[in-house]
Structure formats: C-alpha cells, structure tokens
C-alpha cells in the first residue's frame, strides 16, 4: 500500500521560504512510471496544483507559482521537497503531495494526509 | 486555460435519494483525463471516479460517471449519510496541466 507523507514546518514568516517534504512508502519515487505532485488548499477554498516532479527530475510548474516554485527529488531517501519562496498570508493553506500514475491516466490515486502552512509574522 | 464549472454548489437530500453533479468545461476535456474526487472534512481528497466512468479501487457502485466533451456527470445512488462531503471535478492537459472545479457540496436532510 503507497503511503505519502508531508513534513515542515507549519509557520513561516512572510517574505521567506516554505519547505516542505513528502516521503514515500509502499513504492518508490525512483519509478518511472509515476509523476510526484504537491496541490494546496486553502481553507474553505478549493484545490490548487502547485508542480509535479518525473523520477528523471524533469518538472512541471503552474504558471501562476512558477517564479516561486521549486520541486526536487531525492531518490536515496524516496522523498520529494517543494519549496516556495517570497510567501505571504495568501499561501496560506493545507499543502498536499500526491502521485499520479502516467501509465493509466493523469488522475491523483494517492494522497498524504495533508500539512497546514501558515504564514505570519 | 481550461475552467471548470460546478453546479449546484451545495446539494441537500435525504437518504436513500439520488445525487447527480454535474461539471462543465470551457474547453473539450479528453475522457482520459477526467477524473472525480470526494473531500470528507478534515480528510484529503480520494479519487472516486477516473477516465469520466471508471471507479477508482474500494469506490461502491452507487458511483457513477458519464459526460463527454465539456460535459460530465457524477452520479450518487441511494444517498448514505457517510456521502457527505464535497466533490471535485479535475482535469488534466491545459495549462495549467491539472485544475479543479470549485466543488460541490453534497449535505444530508
């Protein structure tokens, strides 16, 4: 059974930058038969993809994030990050990793639990 | 840029009664990139229905999905009060690659 699971820090200050880890378990980020993506939520708002990463390294971005995102991958501890710089009170939200399997279709099979970030001061 | 739309954006039933959202797209969706999502409180999001009509593993039959183009629909049988949630539409291919509608809210009488 794949299992992803969020960490970092749940308060950031504005202006720096929110790193956040996902580790995998019950299957390995090394396959390329997967896509490692991290979305966020708002509370009370809806979903937002954020990046996906490929096992090559290869990523994609939403436009709307791109200047701020970065997304990594470390194979050796089958773990993929997001970092997020120059936050502010509106990147605020519940952060998400999940998988998607490229081979059957580009849908979300498998969620962690979800980590809320707050941004304060 | 692809936008979904969702309605109605709160349901209210009674048990035992039958749910039908619905989700429009701006632009033609390929099938195979349609999926549908349900979001308990407090949960992460769990993929109910993937390639429009196919139900994801663990998924009871009283789901279901249909639609094509820019046009789907997801079906709820004989309502339970652990239906409860808010469901999401997704699509995959425009930029950017993946984006949600804004949800339903399926509540019980």
């Known amino acids: 059974q794949v299992q992803l699971q969020e960490s970092g820090p749940g308060l950031v200050k504005p202006s720096q930058t929110l790193s956040l880890t996902c580790t995998v378990s019950?299957?390995?980020?090394?396959?390329?038969?997967?896509?490692w993506n991290w979305l966020r939520q708002p509370a009370g708002k809806g979903l937002e993809w954020i990046g996906r990463i490929y096992a090559t390294g290869g990523t994609n971005y939403n436009p709307s994030l791109e200047s701020r995102v970065n997304i990594s991958i470390d194979t050796s501890k089958n773990s993929f990050s997001l970092k997020l710089t120059s936050v502010s009170a509106a990147d605020t939200a519940v952060y998400y990793c999940a998988r998607v399997a490229a081979v059957v279709g580009m849908y979300f099979d498998y969620w962690g639990q979800g980590t809320l970030v707050a941004v304060s001061s | 840029e692809i936008v979904l739309t969702q309605s109605p954006g709160t349901l209210s039933l009674s048990p035992g009664e039958r749910a039908t959202l619905s989700c429009r797209a701006s632009?033609?969706?390929?099938?195979?990139?349609f999926a549908w999502y349900q979001q308990k409180p407090g949960q992460a999001p769990r993929l109910l229905i993937y390639a429009v009509s196919n139900r994801a593993t663990g998924i009871p039959d009283r789901f279901s999905g249909s639609g094509s183009g820019t046009d789907f629909s997801l079906n709820i049988n004989r309502l339970e009060p652990e239906d409860v949630a808010v469901y999401y539409c997704q699509q995959y291919g425009s930029s950017p690659l993946f984006s949600f509608g804004p949800g339903t809210k399926v509540d019980i009488k």
């Open positions: 019950g299957g390995s980020v090394s396959s390329g038969s997967f896509y």
């Open positions: 632009q033609s969706v390929s099938s195979g990139y």
